[in-house]
């Protein structure tokens, strides 16, 4: 009897199975529009389930993951690249550059001009401690 309650105890829940999908799914598909209806059909579930399933796992929803991962991948390009804020914007799936900067300060507390900002001003500063 312990060794099957150990067994089961190592599972993971269909809704850590699903969650899991839905992050993969949205880490390939980061750059285009977020459609539930897309993403659910590519997992084979219905969309009200993944929405719950997936809320309840991670205690986000898709959509705030989806942000969340275009503006990892944004700060990427922002710290090292020379590249626009719009740019950026465009090559992380965003269509304008404002609504770039709306989400990325939701999502990381600062503007992409002020996270370039203070990331190359950390890099001057451990430059110069480490000079010395």
Same mark, same amino acid.
């Not at 459609?35 to 997992?43: C, H, N, T, V, Y």
């Not at 009200?48 to 986000?60: D, I, P, V, W």
């Not at 950390?122 to 110069?128: F, T």
């Given at each position: 009897?312990?060794?099957?309650?150990?067994?089961?105890?190592?599972?993971? =829940?269909?809704?850590?199975?699903?969650?899991?999908?839905?992050?993969?799914?949205?880490?390939?598909?980061?750059?285009?529009?977020?459609?539930?209806?897309?993403?659910?059909?590519?997992?084979?579930?219905?969309?009200?389930?993944?929405?719950?399933?997936?809320?309840?796992? =991670?205690?986000?929803?898709?959509?705030?993951?989806?942000?969340?991962?275009?503006?990892?991948?944004?700060?990427?390009?922002?710290?090292?690249?020379?590249?626009?804020?719009?740019?950026?914007?465009?090559?992380?799936?965003?269509?304008?550059?404002?609504?770039?900067?709306?989400?990325?300060?939701? =999502?990381?507390?600062?503007?992409? =001009?002020?996270?370039?900002?203070?990331?190359?001003?950390?890099?001057?500063?451990?430059?110069?401690?480490?000079?010395?």
């Amino acid at each position: 009897m312990e060794t099957g309650e150990r067994e089961l105890s190592g599972k993971e =829940t269909s809704g850590q199975v699903l969650s899991r999908g839905v992050i993969e799914y949205l880490e390939v598909h980061s750059t285009e529009k977020f459609s539930l209806e897309a993403l659910s059909g590519a997992l084979f579930v219905n969309g009200n389930y993944l929405l719950r399933a997936f809320k309840r796992c =991670t205690g986000m929803t898709p959509l705030a993951c989806h942000h969340q991962i275009r503006c990892r991948k944004a700060r990427e390009l922002l710290a090292g690249t020379d590249l626009s804020i719009s740019e950026i914007g465009e090559k992380v799936g965003f269509v304008s550059s404002s609504h770039f900067s709306h989400i990325f300060r939701k =999502t990381e507390g600062c503007t992409p =001009t002020e996270y370039r900002r203070n990331y190359r001003r950390l890099q001057q500063n451990d430059c110069q401690g480490n000079a010395g």
